[in-house]
């Protein structure tokens, strides 16, 4: 079944190229049915990217170790979810990934402007068609997802443990969907510069594109923080990683575009730099993909042994020079029709909105490309960390927030100082009431996260007038009790309150990262058994240790040969509170140079954390048990000595239980982190926010209302 | 193995091929039903197009006209919202909802130029104020 998985690969080749040329010359000659057959085109390739990806599936669950991504990633007690996701654990696997998804949300673009933008979707499917045509000869040329082993090998080496947590299972396909849904306004924006028509149509059929990449790549970058929450033995969501740092990059350019896209849409305005936005957005999306393949990062995200950098190099390079032709050889079709009417109206505070997150975006490209840039150059290894990404951006993100709120309240076109003052009255006042609590409350030592929770009571108190206003017209006007006028208001009016929910989420959001941040007590120590700790108001307690050996007993499926924890009893003021379980797994290395007993738990050991969380605080820890004690060593070094690889486990349960009776003091990390749940709330409730701005009208209202609007018209035609 | 993995990849090619080449087979069919090129391309296209063939227009431009007509009509109930909001004065709204219905009627009137059947129809709930009320002679959303 290889040999038809690479067949499909050469065969999406063969679409791809024939699609091109096709969707060129129709546009080109003007042959309506070669445009089409282009289109066609896209289609097909999705069909036959889906039987590869069904291949390569079928091949993870029946555990045929002949393809070598199954061997290499995957094993017979991996549960049969993690072999499903580990199909795009390797490099291999997630280019199908990526191409495959790319030709469904191709298909799915073209699909839904099959009857529109003729000129513009051929162009677009052509370059559509190019990025896929990229990927596949990638997997066809360099890295073939159905390369095989004969005789293939008994057994895999099994998932990264790292990679064993359920988040991690949807949030590749979410953040690759956030990606590929990248490349459509890119390819639909070139589309429209090559053929001259960046219009009313044009932003129409972008938005909705660019508003879905915006959604699913802000899910999967909130997943992997959660990831890396829950699972990474550090305790935080966010380290500023190279690759976290490359898929932010282009979700704040594609937050910039949604916001500016408004402008063009009402003013005719910005379109240089709409269109700048969103060929910014896909080139930064590639350049995401290109950090993890290219081999210049050693991180847990990168597909270390293969480096496809120079390829990459190529396509963005094209992707950056057409850019740049296109938008200056175009600059006199998108000069402005109008200009800003007043400093003082939502136009202004888009714009300002646009230049912070644009800025900001700015700032992390230079943060994490400097270094890489630098160490090519000079062969010295450079290094941006957390401290400096903190500096520029937590003030960028403060005044980000503040314009959240201010946007709200501020009229299009123009607004009045009169009307300005009395719409900013409530959220001011909010803003000043929050300090006055927060001062009373004795939170003052933090001054920026008092600035954040101040800006969040000014946008909490700005959002929540828009609806309290909204909501009593409507009900001025139709006398719909409280719920029914909301939900009219919000149905009516999706984008706006739809937005507004976004705004909503992402100041909650922020909320959750400043005081988890801000306010955080950590605690790294050793402890016996017996002993306590005591971490901000909580009192820590080491019961007792734990350990398992075997898959068979890993009810976590983690796959660790040994794994050993502690029993913590947590408390406050004398209070139970929690119990907490946290551990580290040990894993089989597969070097025999360990010896019998070593290979069993030689390899990378991962943590798994414990923690306690509620809507007002979590407590987390992590356990580091030492097992290079002398007793611990030498009944590993015994056990190599004398037991053949079969009868191994019994040295690993000597040494479970040697640990047990006797356990060495055991480092652990304890944190005690406020409000961190609200930082996954509020990315739901922007999720959700921008699910009810992203979903269309029901058809039926569409019909009602356009046989009333005919109606209205052939009644003023008649008068006239 | 060997022969069901090749007959399989046939299959694959077989239905590529047709997927792709069907607009090319169905703009090479001589036509027997007497309505001409332009009406069997329609069979792919938009109705616009069949309809502006015979009128000379460019059906993008078309498009773009509706399109931009359905932004105004937004761009209409958004600057109703702001007034009854409170965002803007009465004297502010009045003059904006004048400036951007005088634009809204000179898009339909580039519209209905064309001499478009279905006439200045708008789409996705377009056309009447942000709260769903105000006009006599319409039924709620």
Redesign the interface.
Same mark, same amino acid.
């Given at each position: 079944?290889a040999? %038809?998985g690479f067949?499909?690969l050469v065969?999406a080749l063969v679409?791809c190229a024939?699609?091109i040329g $096709?969707s060129l010359y129709g546009v080109r000659s003007g042959?309506?049915?070669?445009s089409?057959?282009g289109r066609?085109?896209v289609?097909?390739l999705a069909?036959?990217l889906t039987?590869g990806m069904v291949v390569l599936e079928v091949a993870f669950l029946g555990n045929d170790f002949a393809f070598n991504t199954v061997a290499d990633t995957s094993s017979r007690t991996t549960p049969a979810l993690y072999r499903a996701a580990a199909v795009w654990s390797s490099q291999e696997g997630s280019l199908l990934l990526w191409a495959w998804l790319m030709s469904l949300w191709s298909s799915l673009a073209l699909f839904l402007t099959r009857?529109? %933008?003729?000129?513009v979707a051929a162009y677009a499917t052509a370059i559509m068609l190019g990025f896929g045509g990229f990927f596949v000869a990638l997997m066809v040329f360099y890295a073939n997802p159905f390369q095989t082993t004969k005789p293939a090998p008994p057994e895999g080496v099994g998932l990264d443990p790292l990679l064993r947590f359920p988040t991690m299972m949807i949030h590749p396909p979410m953040l690759y969907s956030g990606y590929t849904l990248c490349t459509i306004p890119f390819a639909f924006g070139m589309g429209a510069l090559l053929a001259r028509?960046v219009?009313?149509?044009w932003?129409?059929a972008i938005r909705r594109f660019a508003f879905a990449a915006w959604l699913f790549l802000g899910v999967g970058i909130l997943l992997g923080a959660l990831w890396s929450y829950s699972e990474l033995g550090w305790g935080g969501y966010w380290g500023w990683d190279a690759v976290e740092n490359a898929s932010l990059m282009p979700w704040l350019t594609g937050t910039a575009f949604l916001h500016s896209l408004m402008i063009q849409?009402?003013r005719g305005m910005l379109k240089v730099w709409n269109v700048s936005l969103v060929l910014a957005t896909g080139t930064l999306a590639i350049m995401g993909t290109f950090l993890v393949r290219s081999g210049i990062l050693d991180s847990i995200h990168a597909f270390g042994g293969h480096t496809l950098g120079v390829p990459f190099v190529c396509l963005i390079a094209v992707m950056i020079a057409g850019s740049i032709y296109l938008v200056v050889s175009r600059r006199e079709m998108l000069r402005s029709e109008h200009r800003l009417d007043s400093l003082l109206s939502r136009e202004s505070i888009f714009l300002a909105n646009n230049v912070v997150l644009v800025g900001l975006c700015f700032v992390i490209l230079w943060g994490t490309y400097f270094p890489l840039i630098s160490e090519a150059l000079t062969g010295q290894e450079a290094s941006v960390g957390p401290p400096w990404f903190d500096r520029y951006t937590v003030p960028l993100a403060l005044i980000l927030v503040l314009l959240s709120g201010i946007g709200p309240?501020? $009229?299009?076109? *123009? $607004? #009045?100082l009169?009307?300005g003052r009395? !719409?900013f009255l409530v959220p001011v006042a909010c803003g000043v009431l929050m300090l006055v609590v927060l001062e009373i409350a004795g939170v003052t030592q933090k001054p920026l996260a008092l600035v954040m929770f101040c800006c969040a009571a000014f946008v909490f108190g700005s959002i929540g007038q828009?609806f309290f206003?909204?909501t009593r017209?409507?009900r001025a006007? $139709?006398g719909e009790p409280v719920p029914l006028a909301l939900l009219? %208001?919000v149905r009516? !009016?999706r984008r706006?309150y739809g937005g507004y929910i976004v705004h909503i989420g992402i100041t909650v959001l922020f909320v959750g990262v400043a005081a988890s941040s801000s306010f955080q007590h950590a605690s790294q120590l050793g402890l016996r058994p017996g002993q306590s700790t005591r971490v901000g108001s909580y009192e820590i307690r080491y019961v007792r240790p734990t350990a398992t050996i075997t898959p068979k007993y890993d009810e976590a499926h983690t796959g660790s040969t040994l794994s050993l924890g502690a029993i913590l009893d947590v408390t406050k003021n004398g209070r139970h509170v929690a119990t907490l379980n946290p551990s580290e797994g040990f894993y089989a290395s597969g070097e025999a140079s360990q010896g019998t007993v070593g290979s069993l738990i030689g390899g990378q050991p991962v943590s798994h954390v414990a923690m306690d969380a509620s809507l007002t605080r979590n407590v987390w820890t992590a356990i580091e048990p030492d097992i290079e004690t002398p007793s611990l060593k030498r009944i590993v070094s015994v056990g190599n000595s004398t037991l053949p690889a079969g009868e191994a486990l019994v040295a690993v349960a000597y040494l479970a239980r040697a640990y047990i009776q006797h356990p060495p003091p055991t480092q652990f990390n304890f944190l005690v982190s406020p409000l961190v749940f609200w930082i996954w709330i509020g990315g739901l409730i922007a999720a959700g926010g921008g699910l009810i701005a992203l979903w269309?009208?029901p058809s039926t209202?569409?019909r *009602?209302?356009?046989a009333?609007? *005919?109606?209205? #018209? %052939?009644?003023g035609l008649a008068r006239a | 193995m060997a022969f069901l993995v090749a007959l399989l990849t046939l299959v694959l090619l077989a239905v590529v091929v047709l997927v792709v080449g069907a607009p090319l087979r169905r703009a090479g069919r001589p036509d027997t039903s007497g309505r001409g090129a332009s009406s069997t391309r329609a069979l792919d296209d938009a109705p616009s197009r069949a309809t502006s063939a015979g009128h000379g227009e460019d059906p993008g431009q078309m498009e773009d006209l509706e399109a931009a007509r359905e932004a105004k009509y937004r761009e209409i109930r958004d600057t109703e919202l702001d007034y009854r909001t409170g965002k803007l004065s009465r004297q502010d709204y009045e003059a904006i909802d004048s400036d951007l219905r005088a634009e809204a009627l000179a898009l339909l009137n580039q519209l209905e130029s064309s001499d478009r059947p279905s006439g200045a129809t708008p789409s996705s709930g377009a056309e009447g104020d942000s709260l769903g009320m105000g006009r006599k002679n319409d039924a709620d959303v």
């Amino acid at each position: 079944m290889a040999d %038809l998985g690479f067949a499909c690969l050469v065969l999406a080749l063969v679409v791809c190229a024939y699609g091109i040329g $096709a969707s060129l010359y129709g546009v080109r000659s003007g042959r309506v049915e070669f445009s089409e057959s282009g289109r066609r085109s896209v289609y097909a390739l999705a069909g036959v990217l889906t039987v590869g990806m069904v291949v390569l599936e079928v091949a993870f669950l029946g555990n045929d170790f002949a393809f070598n991504t199954v061997a290499d990633t995957s094993s017979r007690t991996t549960p049969a979810l993690y072999r499903a996701a580990a199909v795009w654990s390797s490099q291999e696997g997630s280019l199908l990934l990526w191409a495959w998804l790319m030709s469904l949300w191709s298909s799915l673009a073209l699909f839904l402007t099959r009857k529109r %933008l003729r000129d513009v979707a051929a162009y677009a499917t052509a370059i559509m068609l190019g990025f896929g045509g990229f990927f596949v000869a990638l997997m066809v040329f360099y890295a073939n997802p159905f390369q095989t082993t004969k005789p293939a090998p008994p057994e895999g080496v099994g998932l990264d443990p790292l990679l064993r947590f359920p988040t991690m299972m949807i949030h590749p396909p979410m953040l690759y969907s956030g990606y590929t849904l990248c490349t459509i306004p890119f390819a639909f924006g070139m589309g429209a510069l090559l053929a001259r028509r960046v219009d009313a149509d044009w932003i129409k059929a972008i938005r909705r594109f660019a508003f879905a990449a915006w959604l699913f790549l802000g899910v999967g970058i909130l997943l992997g923080a959660l990831w890396s929450y829950s699972e990474l033995g550090w305790g935080g969501y966010w380290g500023w990683d190279a690759v976290e740092n490359a898929s932010l990059m282009p979700w704040l350019t594609g937050t910039a575009f949604l916001h500016s896209l408004m402008i063009q849409e009402k003013r005719g305005m910005l379109k240089v730099w709409n269109v700048s936005l969103v060929l910014a957005t896909g080139t930064l999306a590639i350049m995401g993909t290109f950090l993890v393949r290219s081999g210049i990062l050693d991180s847990i995200h990168a597909f270390g042994g293969h480096t496809l950098g120079v390829p990459f190099v190529c396509l963005i390079a094209v992707m950056i020079a057409g850019s740049i032709y296109l938008v200056v050889s175009r600059r006199e079709m998108l000069r402005s029709e109008h200009r800003l009417d007043s400093l003082l109206s939502r136009e202004s505070i888009f714009l300002a909105n646009n230049v912070v997150l644009v800025g900001l975006c700015f700032v992390i490209l230079w943060g994490t490309y400097f270094p890489l840039i630098s160490e090519a150059l000079t062969g010295q290894e450079a290094s941006v960390g957390p401290p400096w990404f903190d500096r520029y951006t937590v003030p960028l993100a403060l005044i980000l927030v503040l314009l959240s709120g201010i946007g709200p309240v501020i $009229a299009w076109r *123009r $607004a #009045t100082l009169a009307n300005g003052r009395r !719409n900013f009255l409530v959220p001011v006042a909010c803003g000043v009431l929050m300090l006055v609590v927060l001062e009373i409350a004795g939170v003052t030592q933090k001054p920026l996260a008092l600035v954040m929770f101040c800006c969040a009571a000014f946008v909490f108190g700005s959002i929540g007038q828009e609806f309290f206003r909204g909501t009593r017209a409507r009900r001025a006007m $139709a006398g719909e009790p409280v719920p029914l006028a909301l939900l009219g %208001l919000v149905r009516r !009016n999706r984008r706006r309150y739809g937005g507004y929910i976004v705004h909503i989420g992402i100041t909650v959001l922020f909320v959750g990262v400043a005081a988890s941040s801000s306010f955080q007590h950590a605690s790294q120590l050793g402890l016996r058994p017996g002993q306590s700790t005591r971490v901000g108001s909580y009192e820590i307690r080491y019961v007792r240790p734990t350990a398992t050996i075997t898959p068979k007993y890993d009810e976590a499926h983690t796959g660790s040969t040994l794994s050993l924890g502690a029993i913590l009893d947590v408390t406050k003021n004398g209070r139970h509170v929690a119990t907490l379980n946290p551990s580290e797994g040990f894993y089989a290395s597969g070097e025999a140079s360990q010896g019998t007993v070593g290979s069993l738990i030689g390899g990378q050991p991962v943590s798994h954390v414990a923690m306690d969380a509620s809507l007002t605080r979590n407590v987390w820890t992590a356990i580091e048990p030492d097992i290079e004690t002398p007793s611990l060593k030498r009944i590993v070094s015994v056990g190599n000595s004398t037991l053949p690889a079969g009868e191994a486990l019994v040295a690993v349960a000597y040494l479970a239980r040697a640990y047990i009776q006797h356990p060495p003091p055991t480092q652990f990390n304890f944190l005690v982190s406020p409000l961190v749940f609200w930082i996954w709330i509020g990315g739901l409730i922007a999720a959700g926010g921008g699910l009810i701005a992203l979903w269309p009208a029901p058809s039926t209202v569409r019909r *009602r209302v356009r046989a009333r609007s *005919r109606a209205r #018209t %052939l009644r003023g035609l008649a008068r006239a | 193995m060997a022969f069901l993995v090749a007959l399989l990849t046939l299959v694959l090619l077989a239905v590529v091929v047709l997927v792709v080449g069907a607009p090319l087979r169905r703009a090479g069919r001589p036509d027997t039903s007497g309505r001409g090129a332009s009406s069997t391309r329609a069979l792919d296209d938009a109705p616009s197009r069949a309809t502006s063939a015979g009128h000379g227009e460019d059906p993008g431009q078309m498009e773009d006209l509706e399109a931009a007509r359905e932004a105004k009509y937004r761009e209409i109930r958004d600057t109703e919202l702001d007034y009854r909001t409170g965002k803007l004065s009465r004297q502010d709204y009045e003059a904006i909802d004048s400036d951007l219905r005088a634009e809204a009627l000179a898009l339909l009137n580039q519209l209905e130029s064309s001499d478009r059947p279905s006439g200045a129809t708008p789409s996705s709930g377009a056309e009447g104020d942000s709260l769903g009320m105000g006009r006599k002679n319409d039924a709620d959303v």
